[in-house]
């Protein structure tokens, strides 16, 4: 915290500052200068709570300065954090890029089986589908709710594909965390903290997506809750924030994936679909995503986006989504890292589902 | 929906648009101009989901008319709601201007009664304070949960003063309907659609924050999520979006009160505390607030904002929301807006409380 | 400047740093805290070219401190701005409030004469009408240039009006200082410094318009600019600032006003049809301006919205006007501002001219 | 133009609006729909003054529906611009990417040839620099002017690059007209229309910088006013725009690339270095805006960023410079777009100049 003085602020007024700050408890550093006069404040284990320093005489302006993340810092622990996946090869943070495909929500065995199939094939290790959709409306779909959970389930055993999808209160985490491999949390929920303690409790690794207004600082913050509750395999995702920009739905921040990166171990993947919510910009900004150096992309599949019922605008068809995957493959190579070619096991589980 | 074609789309791109519109269940219109086609689409109960319509041949855009709310809407509702307590001549939404004060957290008994005697004194009907506290870190002073709600539960009693305070998910929810007369959904979880639909199935009635980044259609559209359960007693809150600007915590929007009141029969008021983040910014946006047209104030008072756990910044001595009251009277008055002097009961019970 | 090093800084480091600072000519003041180490830079006259600090190891951040203006500060000049009209009683900043009302762009002489009559009998003391006209396209009406402004000379003649009127590049400007009263520099010259400049060496006052995703500070640089050549009667205006909000064409930003009073002495009015780009939302967000504090409005005002050439949208119709005028006094007068009613003299110009 | 209906809205107010729009002179289209009518507007050449439309009984919504660019479009010319310059062998939009480099502003003879050198070497065709600095405070280095510019020709002699430069005014555009080879528009100038129009009338070439908060659309209008001159050859280029996100110093709106090349036949390139203002984010977002598919970038260098007089820390060191350029390059190879290694004049020149 530092305190900026006014210019003609008098040394009565520094000092009364001073002293306001050593009666809340901390140390005063003031700090003459040519203009005005600046006070550095330490001491303080968290958060100042600056109370009415800003209302004193001579005040000008208190400016905060620390950091409050601890758990999700490089300066806790330097090294990039590599998530695994129990009885899997597949990693998130590591050498492999990881790619999350799949339709927006689950609508049918049919719908999600053709699908899986599609994104197995062109070499997705994760499926994506929701089973609880959070829509603007009371009135769209809702999603399938558990029988949705059940049918990735079925598509994990068939396909050897990880499942991702989303919680959106106590009840549907404690199934998603029964049924899936990642619990994703929304980005309207990503200051539902209740939810975000939660998911820190349960076993499996969390997907936790940007809110669409959420600072760089805010994001790390909801990353700490869930961590601070001791499960510490948490993935970042970026998908687009909102802003005045009306070309796409929502404008997608790339610049956030170096910046997490030096203030953060954690990985970060990145949402072209949403951050997009254009088909036609889905590819584009999913090379761009990989060249800016994210470790993942999550893409939104749906074999018949005519018919699907929510999202159809910004879904990948599956050739599309082959085509995709192709180029992100190059361009993973010049940053020197992988899109591993479909194992054995899941090039055979796909044809033989075919 | 409206498809509008590229200048050069020929006939048989206009055609197919049209068949496949058709093929999707609707009624297509086309509309020849003089630079461009445009075909209009009726025949929809709900969302049409344009699924591919936006990719194909001759297409330049596809722009969604209908609005989604229903039990929101003026449309369905001309009247405006005025929203009564029982054993209570409180209203929000009529005449009388609500004005809910109190400090951000409920922090001990002595820190709740000393403020709640101030604000019942100066006129507030409505107590606000919270127990359960959305904070960005989990390290921060997360509140006292339902010991806090018995202490507001006591001011009620005390004062006669209506409890507004916040619930953060289903347990908080089901002690806040139980102990509190208006249970207040926060600005992060305005799209926890999980949350409105609980808070739609509660006695009580709702006050409904606006989000940091919230269209007025998802406003709108969290509001119908809790109407569509059954509770049509919300009230609305503006306090503030996230843009650029920095002189400000966050940007008050004032626009969105006639913006609100156009479109909706749902009262509507404004937190210039949250709004702007800046003690000596309230009593200007609350005289504005006022102005504006919106059916109340909600203002965070701490008698004691130095010592404050959070919030402090923003907390107007009771002093200052003292003036604040004689002001914003006077602007009632010009808008034949009322602020019912303290009833004796209520005067009464403070003085004796004192 | 302020230099946060990171929690695992070594001392080395910090010493580094502070020497890197005391070779750029500066004076460090390291300042250890509980978690980390802060480095306060002083000596610096202007802004700290902080070069590559950011980079040395063990560097977290660097704030900058120091607020660049000067001439528009407050802490320069305590007294808030007055600005006089040569003979004229009317001023801008004081008791009275400025009330500048007129057509979007001047379309005729008729046009001009018509609604100038209406908004002087109302009580306007400034008409407003562009004949230099920013428009997004080339191919929309850009205004009647000089004969615009020779109508507008006839108008001050006639109905004893002050002119506003808007100058796009040194031409326009030239032309303007000679023939209106206030010169406008529009939002999207907020950052035209060439000619802020320009007009900081004309002889007339100078309307300056806040850009469309201007901070605070930018707003006052750009004032700063027009002061440091000399022409000290700038008047500040917000006019709304560009969001994600698409219920108003922009969200007109109220804290603004209080903001600005606080650091500067300049008077700031308010823009309210710009700032919302709805009719319906003019009248309540006037209100609001003036019970904010503001020192004025602009309003648009047409005697024939329908058939304006531009922002007929927007634009009020007399009567609108008329009680528009109502009401804003009544508010007015709660912050002991006046509205003067029209001179005698203006009255029999308008009537006679009716 | 389409106008939206009430719900309730009668028969005889749809008429009404219907009459309204052929008395305007245009044509009007209702479309009965389940829940409302809807009312396209056709038969205007230009945009719809839609005065008071919004305004009539039954009425909800007005929404715009034709674009406004012409010259700009790809509806009038499908082939993507390509701009080429007299006596060379470079282009923008072509198979070739433009790479655009050099420090921000030019501040001494030495500076800006130590740094065309290196970046000549590394194999930029373009070198940037300004003389005429738009800067926030006037007490900011305000560029060399025509000292700066002669320096800069100098440079395109003894190197074999094209100079690149920033126009603030008449005064500037004519010289940067008369010395370099494209004419820079800043951002802060993207709708000064009176300069736009000049630069239309020059001979250079014109670099267009998209404002802080303009959108798709405003930013190809702002072309369309260069190109209304006679001035067709206009590079777009996205530098960043302004949101809530506080992690870089501008918004790096990617999406746009793409947005802009479905819509329009001009190519766009993008400016890393303004877009996040951090040198540590310049190489990855290169990166991915060569991947996007952007036509080429700007990158700021200086060889001594520690000594800049702006800009200093988003620039480049030289060999940071080199190792992005070797990235870029291969990605540039996934895309099937070359940057052209230095020729053999331009490498010899480089090196005699060494």
């Given at each position: 915290?530092?305190?900026?003085?006014?210019?003609?602020?008098?040394?009565?007024?520094?000092?009364?500052?001073?002293?306001?700050?050593?009666?809340?408890?901390?140390?005063?550093?003031?700090?003459?200068?040519?203009?005005?006069?600046a006070i550095g404040i330490t001491g303080n284990s968290g958060e100042v709570e600056a109370g009415s320093l800003e209302e004193m005489p001579g005040?000008?302006?208190?400016?905060?300065?620390?950091?409050?993340?601890?758990?999700?810092?490089?300066?806790?622990?330097?090294?990039?954090?590599?998530?695994?996946?129990?009885?899997?090869?597949?990693?998130?943070?590591?050498?492999?890029?990881?790619?999350?495909?799949?339709?927006?929500?689950?609508?049918?065995?049919?719908?999600?089986?053709?699908?899986?199939?599609?994104?197995?094939?062109?070499?997705?290790?994760?499926?994506?589908?929701?089973?609880?959709?959070?829509?603007?409306?009371?009135?769209?779909?809702?999603?399938?709710?558990?029988?949705?959970?059940?049918?990735?389930?079925?598509?994990?055993?068939?396909?050897?594909?990880?499942?991702?999808?989303?919680?959106?209160?106590?009840?549907?985490?404690?199934?998603?965390?029964?049924?899936?491999?990642?619990?994703?949390?929304?980005?309207?929920?990503?200051?539902?903290?209740?939810?975000?303690?939660?998911?820190?409790?349960?076993?499996?690794?969390?997907?936790?997506?940007?809110?669409?207004?959420?600072?760089?600082?805010?994001?790390?913050?909801?990353?700490?809750?869930?961590?601070?509750?001791?499960?510490?395999?948490?993935?970042?995702?970026?998908?687009?924030?909102?802003?005045?920009?009306?070309?796409?739905?929502?404008?997608?921040?790339?610049?956030?994936?170096?910046?997490?990166?030096?203030?953060?171990?954690?990985?970060?993947?990145v949402d072209p679909s949403h951050g997009t919510g254009k088909r036609n910009k889905v590819t584009p900004l999913s090379r761009a995503a990989i060249?800016?150096?994210?470790?993942?992309?999550?893409?939104?599949?749906?074999?018949?986006?005519?018919?699907?019922?929510?999202?159809?605008?910004?879904?990948?068809?599956?050739?599309?989504?082959?085509?995709?995957?192709?180029?992100?493959?190059?361009?993973?190579?010049?940053?020197?890292?992988?899109?591993?070619?479909?194992?054995?096991?899941?090039?055979?589980?796909?044809?033989?589902?075919?």
């Amino acid at each position: 915290m530092l305190v900026v003085m006014r210019a003609q602020a008098t040394d009565e007024q520094v000092r009364a500052v001073c002293q306001k700050i050593e009666a809340l408890g901390y140390r005063a550093h003031a700090m003459p200068g040519a203009q005005r006069t600046a006070i550095g404040i330490t001491g303080n284990s968290g958060e100042v709570e600056a109370g009415s320093l800003e209302e004193m005489p001579g005040v000008h302006e208190v400016i905060r300065v620390s950091k409050p993340y601890k758990l999700v810092s490089r300066d806790t622990k330097p090294d990039t954090t590599i998530i695994r996946f129990p009885n899997s090869a597949v990693t998130v943070g590591g050498q492999d890029l990881a790619i999350i495909a799949g339709p927006c929500g689950i609508e049918s065995r049919d719908q999600a089986f053709n699908t899986a199939e599609r994104v197995a094939t062109a070499g997705a290790q994760f499926f994506r589908g929701g089973a609880y959709k959070p829509r603007t409306s009371p009135y769209s779909f809702q999603g399938l709710g558990e029988e949705g959970l059940k049918i990735m389930a079925e598509i994990r055993d068939q396909f050897g594909l990880l499942i991702v999808t989303e919680a959106v209160d106590y009840e549907s985490l404690d199934l998603v965390d029964q049924y899936a491999d990642v619990i994703q949390i929304g980005a309207r929920n990503m200051q539902n903290f209740s939810l975000l303690k939660r998911a820190g409790r349960a076993r499996k690794a969390v997907l936790l997506k940007r809110g669409l207004s959420a600072t760089l600082e805010e994001f790390l913050m909801a990353a700490e809750y869930i961590m601070s509750e001791g499960n510490y395999n948490v993935i970042l995702c970026e998908r687009g924030v909102r802003t005045f920009a009306d070309h796409t739905r929502n404008t997608l921040d790339l610049s956030i994936v170096p910046a997490v990166q030096r203030l953060s171990h954690l990985p970060i993947i990145v949402d072209p679909s949403h951050g997009t919510g254009k088909r036609n910009k889905v590819t584009p900004l999913s090379r761009a995503a990989i060249a800016v150096g994210a470790d993942g992309l999550m893409v939104e599949v749906h074999h018949d986006p005519d018919a699907a019922l929510s999202d159809g605008m910004q879904s990948l068809f599956p050739d599309q989504f082959d085509a995709l995957m192709t180029q992100v493959r190059l361009i993973a190579a010049v940053l020197d890292r992988d899109i591993p070619v479909p194992t054995k096991r899941r090039a055979e589980l796909a044809s033989s589902a075919g």
